[in-house]
Structure formats: structure tokens, C-alpha cells
């Protein structure tokens, strides 16, 4: 007498079939490169409207960011633009995928740092010349809360 095997086959104890399903999302609207050791990444526009935008993709060249390349990003190879201008750089709907070193973006992260401070004294030093000590524009006080001393 021979005896029936009652196991489950091996595709149904796979640990897939037990995890849930993902839900749905809605789709980005700009697709995001895998992580590169020493680069920030950006979207710079080229045009809007169907004109092209020189001055902002030029400036932004300038300031240090180079366009990427599809064939250095195979995750992206699918976006690379075959004509044009910008022809085998990675582009979607008018924007132009660059790069830039961080050390650039830490550099000009402090600039600006630098700039909003700058202007924040600014504004707080033109505020406070007209302050008079009889009726201050700015006083900082402090209030004390007490609770009954429980006799």
C-alpha cells in the first residue's frame, strides 16, 4: 500500500504568497535617479509652453550644474532624449536632469545662509532704531504662574 502525500507544494509555502499586496499610488510625476556618491540632483528647465528657456538652463550651468548623461544612468537610459539640443541627456517634459557636486550645493547653501542673515539684521536693526526706551516696540517678559500655598 502505498502512501499519498497530503504536503503542499513548494510554490504555495513561498514567503510572497503570504505578504499582502502593495496598494496603488499614483505615479511620480518626475522619476527620481538611483543615489550617486559625491552629486546632488535636480530637474533645471529648458522650456516652458513650448518655448525654450536659454537664460535658466544657462545660468544654471554656470552656476556648476552639468546635465546627465543616459548612457551614466541606465536606470533612466528610457527618458534620454534622442534629438535636439540636449540630444542623449536625460529629459522629461522640459526639464533636464543635472547633477552638481555637494560640496558645490554645501557652498551655496552657506552663501545664502549667509545673505538671509545679513538681511535678517538688517530688517531687525531698522526695526529697533526707532525704539524708546519710555514705550519699547520689543520688551521680552517673562510670567510666572503660582498655586495657593495649600494652608
Same mark, same amino acid.
Given at each position: /500500500?502505498?502512501?499519498? @502525500?497530503?504536503?503542499?507544494?513548494? +510554490?504555495?509555502? +513561498?514567503?510572497?504568497?503570504?505578504?499582502?499586496?502593495?496598494?496603488?499610488?499614483?505615479?511620480? &510625476?518626475?522619476?527620481?535617479?538611483?543615489?550617486?556618491? #559625491?552629486?546632488?540632483?535636480?530637474?533645471?528647465?529648458? #522650456?516652458?509652453? #513650448?518655448?525654450?528657456?536659454?537664460?535658466?538652463?544657462? &545660468?544654471?550651468?554656470?552656476?556648476?550644474?552639468?546635465?546627465?548623461?543616459?548612457?551614466?544612468?541606465?536606470? /533612466?537610459?528610457?527618458?534620454?532624449?534622442?534629438? #535636439?539640443?540636449?540630444?542623449?541627456?536625460?529629459? !522629461?517634459?522640459?526639464? /533636464?536632469?543635472?547633477?552638481?557636486?555637494?560640496?558645490?550645493?554645501? @557652498?551655496?547653501? +552657506?552663501?545664502?545662509?549667509? @545673505?538671509?542673515?545679513? @538681511?535678517?539684521? &538688517? !530688517?531687525?536693526?531698522?526695526? /529697533?532704531?526707532?525704539?524708546?526706551?519710555?514705550?519699547?516696540?520689543?520688551?521680552?517678559?517673562? &510670567?510666572?504662574?503660582?498655586?495657593?500655598?495649600?494652608?
Amino acid at each position: /500500500m502505498t502512501e499519498v @502525500q497530503t504536503r503542499k507544494p513548494r +510554490a504555495a509555502e +513561498a514567503r510572497e504568497n503570504d505578504m499582502r499586496p502593495t496598494s496603488w499610488r499614483p505615479p511620480e &510625476s518626475l522619476p527620481s535617479p538611483d543615489a550617486r556618491e #559625491g552629486w546632488t540632483h535636480r530637474w533645471i528647465r529648458t #522650456g516652458i509652453l #513650448g518655448s525654450t528657456d536659454p537664460a535658466n538652463i544657462s &545660468s544654471k550651468l554656470r552656476e556648476g550644474y552639468e546635465p546627465c548623461k543616459g548612457e551614466d544612468y541606465p536606470e /533612466m537610459m528610457m527618458h534620454a532624449s534622442t534629438e #535636439g539640443r540636449f540630444k542623449g541627456n536625460i529629459e !522629461v517634459g522640459g526639464l /533636464m536632469l543635472c547633477r552638481i557636486p555637494v560640496e558645490f550645493m554645501t @557652498q551655496r547653501d +552657506a552663501h545664502f545662509a549667509k @545673505q538671509n542673515k545679513a @538681511q535678517m539684521d &538688517s !530688517v531687525d536693526n531698522t526695526f /529697533m532704531k526707532d525704539n524708546d526706551p519710555r514705550m519699547p516696540l520689543f520688551k521680552e517678559s517673562a &510670567s510666572k504662574v503660582t498655586f495657593g500655598s495649600g494652608s
